[in-house]
Nanobody, 121 residues
């Protein structure tokens, strides 16, 4: 059973870069045909797909966030990372990492517990 755990700072200042890491156990991030996904949920709003990395290392981003988003991985640590630049208070949300067999989904079968990130000065 795969497990995912998000980690990173809970408070980020406006204009800075948000960086979150997802540590995966119980399965390799290089396993074929899986996508490793970042999703977020702002307060009072629905889930938003942000982007994904395929098992091959290819990346996919939401058009609305593409200019500010980067997903990378460290296969030796079985981790993948989200970076979101130039954050504003509108980026305040619970951020989730997840695994799925499709690249775009907000209801993946495997998901971390989520981590709250607040953007505030």
């Amino acid at each position: 059973q795969v497990q995912l755990q998000e980690s990173g700072p809970g408070l980020v200042k406006p204009s800075q870069t948000l960086s979150l890491t997802c540590t995966v156990s119980g399965g390799s991030i290089a396993t074929k045909y899986y996508y490793w996904i970042w999703i977020r949920q702002p307060p009072g709003k629905g889930l938003e797909w942000m982007g994904a990395m395929a098992y091959s290392g290819s990346t996919y981003y939401s058009p609305s966030l593409k200019s500010r988003t980067s997903i990378s991985r460290d296969t030796s640590k079985n981790q993948f990372t989200l970076q979101l630049s130039s954050v504003t208070p509108e980026d305040t949300a619970v951020y989730y990492c997840a695994r799925a067999r499709v690249v775009i989904t907000t209801t993946p079968p495997d998901r971390g517990q989520g981590t709250q990130v607040t953007v505030s000065s």
